[in-house]
Each structure stands twice: as C-alpha cells, then as structure tokens.
C-alpha cells in the first residue's frame, strides 16, 4: 500500500510563492512517477505537473509553465511544488499522485494512489 501526504498549501497574495512537499511511503516500485493535480470549486480535477523518479523527467501544464517547478527528493521520497507568481486562478485544492508505470503522463487515470490534498488560496 502506498501512502501519500501533502503539506505546504496556505493563503497568500498575488506575486506570492508557495512549496508544497509530498512525502512518499509504503511499498513502492523502483521506477514511479509523482504528479500534482489541483482542483478548483465546481471544476474538475486537472493535471498541474509530473516527474519520473528515476530519470527526472518532468512535465507541465501550460497554465503554470514559467511558473511552478516540480522536483524530488531521492532518500527522503519527497516530491516538491515550487509555485512562484501565484494569481487568484491558482486558487484550488492541490493533489500529489503516484504512477507505478514509470512513465511521464498527464493522463489522471493513470495514477492509482492519491494525497489528501492541500488547500492554496491566492488573493487579489
């Protein structure tokens, strides 16, 4: 079984920069991939950003590229959401998933274990 945990999330202003971490445990596979998805009110859950853990392949969705970076922590299996000039439409519920296959997807189905979420909240 695979646990994952989120923290990092908060209220800021606009401009503003936030870290979530996702901290990863249980029994895992050698090669994962590790993506954050957020989820506004009333709108569907949506890709934000993805790594391979072994290559560090990363992607993003439009929206945040130029703005968020997604890394990893190897020994501590801590995946990191920098999120930099943060705006009002940022404002969600931010998710960490886990995909065994390894491979760099946006495609949410394909991750099989989620995080609880953290609450961003982005003001004006």
């Known amino acids: 079984q695979v646990q994952l945990v989120e923290s990092g999330g908060g209220l800021v202003q606009a401009g503003g920069s936030l870290r979530l971490s996702c901290t990863l445990s249980?029994?895992?596979?050698?090669?994962?991939?590790m993506g954050w998805f957020r989820q506004a009110p009333s709108k569907d859950r949506e890709f934000v950003a993805a790594i391979t853990w072994s290559g560090g392949s990363t992607a993003y969705a439009d929206s945040v590229k130029g703005r968020f970076i997604i890394s990893k922590d190897n020994s501590k299996k801590i995946t990191y959401l920098q999120m930099n000039n943060l705006q009002p439409e940022d404002t969600a519920n931010y998710y960490c998933?886990?995909?065994?296959?390894?491979?760099?997807?946006?495609?949410?189905?394909?991750?099989?274990?989620w995080g609880q979420g953290t609450q961003v909240t982005v003001s004006s």
């Open positions: 998933a886990y995909d065994p296959s390894g491979d760099l997807t946006t495609w949410i189905r394909a991750y099989d274990y």
């Open positions: 249980g029994r895992t596979f050698n090669t994962y991939t």
